[in-house]
């Protein structure tokens, strides 16, 4: 079947602008992470939900960042007003029931950069 | 909060060496514990799990991690590594507020 999906695979963007970023996780995954992987710094948790809310924003950079999910499914990502600080791969994944050792599915990424 | 630290950024071994990545946790109870693999363009792939029971898991590619829980560690080894097995290595626990954390990675490197 169908995997995580993301839009747009890479992105370039200048200082400034807002970019959003998207997610399809595999359906019926009640769960969705976004993820940061920057150079040498491994996966940088951001936002997770569960279901269409977000329990647990605490990694979020900066109010900048902010992110959706709707009707269970698609979620977006956004950033505000990007700097240079925001290049990197924004990483995707779903779930089918977090909280029991189930593993994450992830998507290929978003490739972000800021010019 | 539960955190995970991979001590080594790179590990270099020869094709048909054994190897062994080190993983440690901290989480106030027995977390799940995971390790996936970044081949170079590709995504995360799932190597094992452990959530209970045995604490020597088997997972995919002859890889196998052993959960020490006085050690707070859950390290990854693999008898004799090939050279397809190059790639970036993540360990990552879950704790019970499903938030997954992740390491920040071990490289590993093969020679000829």
């Known amino acids: 079947g169908a995997g995580v999906s993301q839009s747009p695979s890479n992105k370039v963007t200048e200082k400034g602008k807002d970019v959003e970023l998207r997610c399809d996780p595999i359906s019926g995954h009640t769960a969705l992470y976004w993820y940061r992987q920057s150079l040498g710094q491994g996966l940088e948790f951001l936002i997770y939900f569960q279901g269409n809310s977000a329990p647990d924003k605490s990694g979020l950079p900066s109010d900048r960042f902010s992110a959706e999910r709707t009707g269970g499914s698609v979620s977006t990502l956004t950033i505000q007003r990007t700097q240079q600080e925001d290049s990197a791969v924004y990483l995707c994944a779903s779930s089918p029931r977090p909280g029991t050792g189930v593993e994450q599915y992830f998507g290929p990424g978003t490739r972000l950069t800021v010019t | 909060a539960q955190s995970v630290t991979q001590p080594d950024i790179h590990i270099t071994v020869s094709e048909g060496a054994s190897l062994e990545l080190r993983c440690n946790y901290s989480y106030g109870a027995t977390p799940y514990l995971f390790w996936y693999v970044q081949s170079p363009g590709q995504g995360l792939q799932l190597l094992l799990k452990?959530?209970?029971?045995?604490?020597l898991v088997q997972g995919i590619k002859g890889f196998e991690a052993e959960f020490k829980r006085s050690q707070s560690s859950f390290n990854l080894r693999k008898p004799s590594v090939h050279w397809s097995d190059a790639a970036e290595y993540f360990c990552?626990?879950?704790?019970?507020?499903?938030?997954?954390?992740f390491g920040k990675g071990t490289r590993l490197h093969i020679l000829p």
């Open positions: 990552a626990v879950e704790g019970r507020d499903d938030k997954i954390i």
């Open positions: 452990y959530f209970s029971g045995d604490t």
